[in-house]
């Protein structure tokens, strides 16, 4: 199985430039895939995660934004502290995962 997932979606900025109209973006949402070996609470975070991701909200209620600068884009989602698919919980469940392997 591959290591990633990718999908497709559209996104729109939130902010338009001045006198221009906001037109939807074509983007692709690369997405990992759920370790089969990895303890529950990391398949649980990463699936919330990857849901998050692809719904444009989390359950904690953090929404995914299109930052859109010099013709770059990158997304973001600022979860709650405590959202189990927040960076800080999920790259904390992987640490612990592959330092124990």
């Not at 359950?59 to 698919?85: I, K, N, S, Y």
Request: aromatic letters at 4%; a positive charge.
């Amino acid at each position: 199985m591959s290591r990633w997932r990718g999908r497709r979606g559209r996104v729109t900025p939130k902010r338009p430039s001045a006198g221009q109209e906001a037109e939807p973006l074509s983007i692709v949402f690369a997405l990992p895939s759920v370790p089969d070996d990895a303890p529950a609470a990391l398949k649980s975070s990463m699936a919330l995660r990857n849901v998050a991701t692809m719904n444009g909200m989390c359950e904690c209620g953090a929404r995914l934004e299109l930052v859109v600068a010099g013709g770059m884009a990158r997304m973001r989602m600022a979860h709650e502290h405590e959202c189990p698919a927040g960076d800080r919980n999920v790259f904390a469940l992987y640490g612990a995962w592959r330092s124990a392997r």
